[in-house]
């Protein structure tokens, strides 16, 4: 299935995919549930890394392969009430038995090469300005040496959702701190190169 993906997507001048989904669906009422390989993380981090080999191929330079973009890191899939960018109240050890396996595997077995980090609170700390979670846990441990993209409006939520930050710029530099290297329309392309050069 990854490898029919990857192919008609790069048919289509597709290079980078926003997937698979290795959030572990523990919250029935969360709209997004069906997106997810389901609430085994074992399984889920079979299927999801069986995806993300079937995508990036054997070769990246291939006509037939993307880069493959687990999402959404971490801990996304069991948000309070249900609520798409709502907090996830996990501590590192739920995270580390339950949610984060799957996308370890991912990115240790499979090879991923690309990651979106989520809207969600972890256990009190935004996953887009989360240096524990995108650099000690990804980039440390995993060796993840591919590229982190924020959520729509993940690093603009930084002030206006979390309210840990007074002004995008602060949102900026917070997220790429912790470890975030592209933005998905968060700001305009100019404000965002601007913002950075300035930083």
Not at 58 to 80: D, W
Not at 136 to 149: C, T
Not at 184 to 191: A, R
């Amino acid at each position: 299935v990854g490898e029919v993906i990857g192919t008609e997507a790069r048919a289509h001048g597709v290079h980078f995919g926003l997937g698979p989904n290795l959030d572990i669906g523990l919250e029935p009422r969360w709209g997004r549930i069906a997106e997810t390989f389901g609430e085994d993380v074992y399984l889920a981090g079979e299927l999801g890394t069986a995806m993300v080999q079937g995508l990036q191929g054997e070769n990246l330079a291939s006509n037939r392969s993307i880069i493959a973009e687990p999402k959404h890191f971490a801990v996304h899939g069991i948000p309070q009430a249900g609520g798409n960018s709502s907090p996830t109240l996990v501590g590192e050890r739920a995270a580390r038995e339950t949610f984060l396996p799957s996308f370890r595997s991912a990115f240790v077995k499979g090879g991923a090469l690309g990651t979106m980090c989520a809207y969600s609170e972890l256990d009190g700390i935004p996953c887009a300005s989360n240096h524990w979670l995108l650099t000690e846990v990804l980039r440390n441990e995993y060796d993840f040496r591919g590229i982190v993209v924020s959520d729509l409006g993940a690093i603009k939520y930084l002030q206006t959702t979390h309210k840990v930050s007074d002004s995008p710029k602060e949102s900026i530099r917070q997220a790429v701190s912790a470890g975030v290297d592209m933005q998905f329309y968060d700001f305009s392309n100019e404000f965002w190169q601007d913002t950075l050069m300035e930083l």
